[in-house]
């Protein structure tokens, strides 16, 4: 008995399983992006600053950015919406790259529903278990779009784009959820102060920068949006602390350097060599 070859360049029939990814994917997503834009403001719902007494307001601790930095969430739900339609089309059933990471930018999204539900609910150390989770399934997904070359412009721009922007600014956001949690537990100085603390915080997002464009270096769409990301989250803490309630000079000067090496690293990146 005899199978018959697949010619050249012909693309191989989906199987039942990417099907399923599909449309799971596709309903999923909507959902848990619609649940997190409610649960962070949108459609009447409780902006995440007014929860939990405050803890994660813009003037709770001197690593919070201010409340202008959250509307880069619209241009990662709307990134993501466009993923999700992507995805689902049937010339992309086989994608490999899309079968690498599909189901893992779903359990991002719903991590990030997950973590503003536990603001919601007032549970702030929780709330950090939650982000660090959601900061490394980010990292999985990254990892698996740097092993593999983009299939096209439109996936560079839709997977690759819209996960650079949203692990960069998760990335700030779990160093600022973490100061939160310790302001909210009463955790003291811990030997530097405020604004030591705040400080070394700060250098620890610019170093991380650096090393997220260093792994990414060659994936254009990743890298810049990462580092656009983290850049964006930086500098408006910068501007809070120059100006507000909580203004804080060093912090805020921290801010500016560390923004600066965010993006500087991030256009080195993309204007490396392409990865085979």
């Not at 003291?188 to 070394?200: P, R, Y």
């Amino acid at each position: 008995m005899t199978t018959a070859a697949v010619p050249a360049g012909a693309v191989p029939a989906p199987v039942p399983s990417d099907r399923v990814r599909q449309v799971v994917v596709l309903v999923g997503s909507l959902v848990a992006a619609g649940a997190a834009a409610y649960g962070a403001g949108a459609f009447g719902g409780t902006a995440v600053e007014q929860t939990a007494g405050g803890a994660l307001s813009s003037t709770a601790t001197p690593v919070a950015p201010d409340n202008p930095a959250f509307r880069i969430w619209s241009v990662i739900y709307l990134g993501l919406f466009a993923f999700a339609v992507y995805q689902v089309l049937p010339r992309h059933a086989t994608s490999q790259r899309l079968r690498a990471t599909a189901w893992w930018v779903l359990a991002s999204m719903v991590l990030n529903a997950a973590w503003i539900g536990v603001v919601q609910a007032g549970w702030i150390p929780l709330s950090v278990v939650v982000i660090a989770a959601l900061l490394a399934v980010n990292a999985v997904v990254v990892v698996r779009l740097v092993r593999r070359r983009p299939e096209s412009t439109a996936q560079a721009v839709v997977l690759d784009g819209t996960m650079g922007l949203y692990t960069g600014w998760v990335s700030v956001a779990t160093l600022a959820n973490v100061a939160a949690a310790l302001a909210d537990a009463r955790a003291g100085d811990l030997g530097l102060g405020a604004t030591g603390w705040s400080v070394v915080l700060v250098v620890l997002a610019a170093a991380l920068s650096v090393a997220w464009a260093a792994f990414a270096s060659g994936r254009r769409a990743l890298a810049l949006g990462i580092g656009l990301a983290v850049a964006w989250g930086l500098a408006w803490i910068a501007v809070a602390r120059f100006q507000g309630e909580l203004v804080d000079t060093a912090v805020a000067w921290a801010a500016v350097g560390a923004s600066a090496v965010a993006l500087v690293a991030a256009v080195v990146a993309a204007t490396r060599p392409a990865r085979a």
